[in-house]
Structures are given as structure tokens and as C-alpha cells.
């Protein structure tokens, strides 16, 4: 059993490493899928309410409400397969509720990049692309941040940097899949000049 987490910074690669999971057959299973869930079951559109209903769920219910709803969803995952990526880790709490139900075999990877790199690609994406909408990017970090996202990060057994080509990232990623930390340490080490 392998349960692997990822933590970054919105446009940093979290999305990229869902699609590789995915192309291997990989379940994902997506926290904020647990904020858009109870937006609809609240009658709000998760577009407009998502970090506001994000706080209210860990005001509510605790720091790491959203970590203990989406576990259900892993345990579920894990009794069909036996690897799980999850997306969305926003908190160092999130991170010791992972880890204390799934112990050793839980890994967290921390996905980074250079802010205006990740502005750049929100803005190939179609969001966050104006002036306007980079400092909605900044704000959105301050959010998160905020939530002890920069905790989390400081917590992952492995980082990947992802500001090289996009081939070189999925590469990473699929060697952490393959062979976890070390087969991903491997590939960083080959990759270095």
C-alpha cells in the first residue's frame, strides 16, 4: 500500500501529477473535490464560495476536516488498488492526519515553482492570466499559505522542482509512482549536469 500526497503552490504541477497518476491507472483522490461537495450540498457555486467554504469546514469541524473527509475516499481507493495520489494537501495538520492513518506508507511530495512561472501557466490555462488576475494569484497564495500550506511543504519526504520541461516533470513523477522516493531521487540525479 502506497498513499502519496502532494503539496504546492497553485500552477505548480499538482494537476500535471494527476494526470500522470491517472495515466497509469492510479486513483486520485482530490480534496477540494470535499469543498465543492459541500458548496453544492450548501447551495453555493464552488467557483465563487470555494475558500470561503474551505475555512468554514476547518472553523466547523476542525484544522483538518478536509484530511478526514477525503479519508473514506482513500481507504475506498486503496481496497482496489495499491497505490492512491492525493492532491490538495493545504496544511502540516492535513499531513499528521496522512500520516497518522497510513504511517510509513504514507509520502508526501512537495511540487514547487517559481511564482511567475506558475502565473504564466494559469494564464495558458485560461485563469489568472491579467494583471488583475496575478494579483488574485498572489492573494490566493497568501490564502493558502495562510491554511499552513508553507508547513506542509516543509514536511514532504521529497521535492520536485518543477520549472524544467514539462517532459522532465512527468518523468519525475512517474519514476515516484514506479519506485517512490528513491526511484524519484535516482531520476533527479541523472537529470543533473
Do not use: W, Y
Request: aromatic letters at 4%; charged letters at 35%; hydrophobic letters at 35%.
Amino acid at each position: 500500500m502506497q498513499v502519496i500526497g502532494t503539496v504546492g503552490l497553485p500552477g505548480s504541477g499538482k494537476g500535471e501529477a494527476a494526470n500522470v497518476a491517472a495515466e497509469h491507472d492510479i486513483p486520485v483522490v482530490t480534496m477540494g473535490d470535499v469543498i465543492r461537495e459541500e458548496c453544492r450540498e450548501r447551495g453555493l457555486d464552488p467557483a465563487k464560495h470555494h475558500g470561503e467554504i474551505a475555512q468554514a469546514l476547518r472553523d466547523e469541524e476542525g484544522l483538518d476536516a478536509i484530511a478526514a473527509r477525503s479519508l473514506p475516499r482513500i481507504e475506498a481507493a486503496l481496497s482496489e488498488t495499491d497505490t492512491v495520489l492525493v492532491d490538495g494537501i493545504r496544511s502540516g495538520v492535513e499531513v499528521e492526519c496522512f500520516e497518522e492513518a497510513f504511517g510509513e506508507d504514507f509520502t508526501l511530495v512537495s511540487i514547487e515553482a517559481p511564482f511567475e512561472l506558475r502565473a504564466e501557466r494559469l494564464g495558458e490555462r485560461g485563469r489568472d492570466s491579467s494583471d488583475a488576475d496575478v494579483e488574485r494569484l498572489r492573494e490566493r497564495d497568501e490564502r493558502e499559505l495562510g491554511f499552513g500550506l508553507d508547513r506542509a511543504m516543509e514536511k514532504a519526504d521529497a521535492t520536485i522542482e518543477n520549472a524544467g520541461s514539462l517532459e522532465s516533470f512527468r518523468e519525475q513523477v512517474r519514476a515516484l509512482f514506479e519506485n517512490g522516493v528513491d526511484g524519484l531521487e535516482r531520476v533527479q540525479t541523472a537529470e543533473q549536469p
